[in-house]
């Protein structure tokens, strides 16, 4: 299976102050996807209601990928990553898949569900950000656990998440992208097509 980024939706719930700041956190997620796929992430993994998301007052993203004023290679990058919504679609290990859709498991983070930072989690990979708010710029995030196991008892435990809201934090990742994707070959075949 390959490697993908993971959008954490969260950073998508401050609406930049206006249209300018909000062209600059796109490009910089832009900068930062396009880091993190020279590292060999191949692709995103998104809410359904990605394509949906509103970046400032009256500037959906779908007002940004039609934007003239917005970089022509920038707008055709997001377009052409391939995005997978929901976040658990073409999950083949089934055990992952499990526990990505278990409605038993939460993670949160401040008190917010963070749909995103669980894929990313159990996937073993990259969440990435819009720099919208300063709790974003950090490379790790350390998040609650919340689940009820099989013996119906309340489990909460902190976890970390490698994390990403501009390039020099796929940097400071690199290293271990890439001892991932050594380590995340599923069978000879995915071996020989890498």
């Known amino acids: 299976m390959d490697l993908e980024m993971v959008f954490n939706e969260l950073s998508a719930r401050t609406l930049a102050p206006d249209i300018s700041i909000a062209r600059q956190w796109m490009s910089e997620l832009i900068r930062t996807m396009v880091a993190a ?7 995103i993994r998104t809410q359904a209601d990605f394509h949906t998301m509103v970046l400032a007052e009256n500037y959906p993203l779908s007002r940004w990928r039609n934007d003239n004023e917005v ?64 709790l974003w710029n950090r490379s790790r995030l350390n998040l609650e656990l919340i689940q009820i196991d099989d013996n119906e008892e309340l489990i909460e435990e902190s976890v970390e998440v490698l994390h990403a809201s501009h390039k020099n934090h796929v940097l400071e990742h690199a290293d271990w992208i890439k001892k991932r994707q050594q380590t995340g070959v599923a069978d000879g075949l995915e071996l020989w097509n890498r």
């Open 37 to 43: 796929k020279g590292c060999g992430l191949k692709g």
């Open 71 to 134: 970089n022509r290679e920038e707008r055709t990058f997001l377009r052409t990553l391939a995005t997978k919504a929901p976040l658990s679609v073409d999950i083949p290990n089934l055990e992952i898949k499990i526990k990505v859709e278990n409605p038993d498991c939460e993670f949160s983070l401040e008190g917010s569900q963070a749909e995103g930072f669980k894929v990313a989690y159990y996937l073993e990979t990259l969440a990435i950000s819009l720099n919208s708010e300063s």
